[in-house]
């Protein structure tokens, strides 16, 4: 076994302790050995074939992912669909002009021939998965170095998403898990024809501004509202006047009467990830270098985005989610600090730590793991100050659409300077749209004030030294680039 393996393995031991059986993320396909009788005795009354089934309709069915990353639920045998207003935020402003801004003021289709298709916006619908655990481990041996380990899982990896697509059908994402111990693969379908059903108004939808998302209770009425739609034989299908409503495999209904005093709640969707089994010296590299300068690179480019979008109102709605969004993490980071500290989550970590490594320390133990949590908080201390000027950076290119030019515009501009004549002539109409398109939605001005402010703050608190003069080039580059406007 590697010393990573028997780290990894030592850690989920010691974090199993204490895990308590009703909370924490669960896999569907487990819920029926795992969890259910547990939810049974909280006062559940589905079955386990009713949240996940693969051969018939179930909860997974009506519970889809919305663009790529938030959660919504189908409500109605004709595709209708619910998700948060911070969820259809994107489209939402996509589809508004400063005369016709459904951002601001709400938009309700009067019917069906009303509603509005978003260039892109597409729901994931989960078809089912399964662990290819001993099939991707089958590869790899203790001998190998962590290079070949990765390369020989990578090609498995490939093999399994393309044996499960069906040709193409579906899309299929394999994932590691517990640090690279387990292995599972996700069967999805894509639905690209999504439009706009109705949103209520800003102030209704984002009452208490931004960051609002990380308070409770809140008194949001964070929802809109959009309708899936398929060819007529219920099958995903690009855009078309001609295309239908879907009719799902299941659809959630509606309670009039509301819920009561002691009902069975529980969440089902799409979370992002969980960081509970950070060590202690994790969570005190996140609290004291990772998440300020996390929060400080983040309110330093929305301020520079805030500037412009005050002035004028094609630019407040062309970056109106991307600050959204900007600020939404910039407050979760900035409660989590709060949090972690106000709780010593740390200290009650580094307790825990101790009780396992008075028992990785007998003398039965101690080969295999006695260095487990020294080796894992020596690494956080070792990294803490990379940390902080990690983040700095990768948040320069989060929020720069200049900096972050190369991985998309800038790599397609490259690809088509080395193609020769045919393959140029064939990737021209493509180009020219994502250079439109990325001209369309930035403003050179303040992508000019977000870049330099950006790269300031990266200089002044990095412990980075900029090579002298490199601001004033790029600020002279980002002039010339703007002009080109």
Request: aromatic letters at 12%; proline letters at 3%.
């Amino acid at each position: 076994m590697t010393q990573f393996k028997r780290i990894t393995l030592a850690l989920f031991l010691f974090v199993g302790l204490f895990v308590r059986a009703d909370e924490g993320m669960w896999f569907l396909m487990f819920i029926d050995r795992l969890n259910h009788r547990d939810m049974q005795k909280m006062g559940l009354q589905l079955t386990a074939e009713e949240i996940y089934s693969i051969n018939n309709s179930s909860l997974k069915d009506a519970v889809v992912q919305f663009n790529g990353g938030c959660t919504a639920e189908l409500i109605s045998k004709d595709g209708l669909l619910l998700t948060n207003h911070h969820c259809g935020y994107d489209a939402i402003a996509e589809l508004s002009t400063p005369e016709h801004d459904y951002l601001t003021n709400g938009y309700w289709a009067a019917d069906r021939s009303q509603e509005l298709k978003p260039k892109s916006l597409y729901v994931r619908f989960f078809v089912r998965m399964d662990d290819c655990t001993k099939r991707i481990m089958s590869k790899v041996s203790d001998s190998m170095s962590e290079a070949e380990r990765e390369k020989i899982i990578r090609e498995e990896i490939a093999l399994i998403e393309k044996e499960n697509s069906e040709g193409g059908k579906y899309v299929v994402s394999v994932r590691s898990f517990f640090q690279g111990n387990e292995f599972y693969f996700f069967v999805y379908q894509d639905f690209k024809d999504v439009r706009l059903v109705g949103t209520p108004p800003n102030s209704i939808g984002k009452f208490g501004g931004d960051t609002d998302n990380w308070e409770w209770p809140r008194h949001t009425g964070d929802f809109s509202m959009f309708r899936v739609y398929a060819d007529a034989n219920g099958n995903p299908a690009d855009y078309s006047t001609s295309n239908v409503p879907l009719h799902p495999k299941h659809h959630l209904p509606i309670n009039l009467n509301g819920v009561k005093e002691g009902d069975f709640a529980m969440i089902m969707g799409y979370p992002g990830r969980t960081n509970r089994w950070l060590p202690a010296g994790g969570i005190d590299q996140n609290v004291k270098y990772a998440y300020p300068a996390w929060v400080e690179a983040s309110k330093t480019a929305m301020d520079a985005m805030k500037t412009y979008m005050d002035k004028d109102a094609s630019v407040r709605l062309n970056y109106a989610s991307k600050y959204a969004r900007t600020a939404n993490y910039w407050k979760n980071r900035q409660g989590m600090i709060d949090a972690l500290t106000k709780f010593q989550t740390a200290a009650a970590k580094a307790k825990n730590e101790a009780k396992f490594d008075a028992w990785a320390n007998k003398p039965e133990n101690k080969a295999k793991y006695g260095s487990v949590v020294s080796t894992l908080n020596n690494f956080y201390s070792a990294t803490n100050d990379k940390s902080r000027h990690d983040n700095y950076l990768s948040i320069l290119v989060r929020n720069s659409e200049y900096a972050g030019i190369s991985r998309g515009l800038g790599a397609q501009l490259m690809a088509y300077a080395k193609a020769d004549a045919a393959k140029r002539s064939a990737m021209k109409a493509d180009l020219t749209a994502a250079i439109n398109e990325f001209f369309e939605t930035t403003y050179g001005t303040a992508e000019m004030d977000v870049l330099i402010n950006g790269l300031d703050l990266y200089a002044a608190k990095a412990n980075y030294e900029l090579a002298n003069g490199v601001a004033a080039k790029v600020n002279s580059a980002m002039i010339h680039f703007s002009n080109c406007q």
